[in-house]
Nanobody
Framework: QVQLVESGGGEVQAGGSLRLSCASS????????MGWYRQAPGKQRELVAW???????NYAAFVKGRFTISRDNAANTVYLQMNSLKPEDTAVYFC??????????WGKGTQVTVAS
């Protein structure tokens, strides 16, 4: 079994920055797509960004130019650098990994709160 643990969340003022990390443990696996989703209170979970195992990246329109996703393939770790944060970025952020065996795993989330 694979466990994903997010870290780096917290409270920040609007315009500030945070860097989220998602570390994996448990069974050995080869990550294909690694990504970040978020869920605000009363809203559905939505995609923030994903990165493929060859570095192809995709971002939701609402974070383009502000957030950067990256990964460390050797460590099966994915990062999300978040700059110019806005109050509407407040949410629980979840990391997701899809392995080359097409299994999908989720972390339990980390809270990001952006104060206006």
């Amino acid at each position: 079994q694979v466990q994903l643990v997010e870290s780096g969340g917290g409270e920040v003022q609007a315009g500030g920055s945070l860097r989220l990390s998602c570390a994996s443990s448990g069974s050995t696996f080869s990550a294909n797509v690694m990504g970040w989703y978020r869920q605000a209170p009363g809203k559905q979970r939505e995609l923030v960004a994903w990165i493929g195992n060859f570095g192809l990246k995709n971002y939701a329109a609402f974070v383009k130019g502000r957030f950067t996703i990256s990964r460390d393939n050797a460590a099966n770790t994915v990062y999300l650098q978040m700059n110019s944060l806005k109050p509407e970025d407040t949410a629980v952020y979840f990391c997701m990994v899809t392995t080359t065996s097409t299994d999908t795993y989720w972390g339990k989330g980390t809270q990001v709160t952006v104060a206006s």
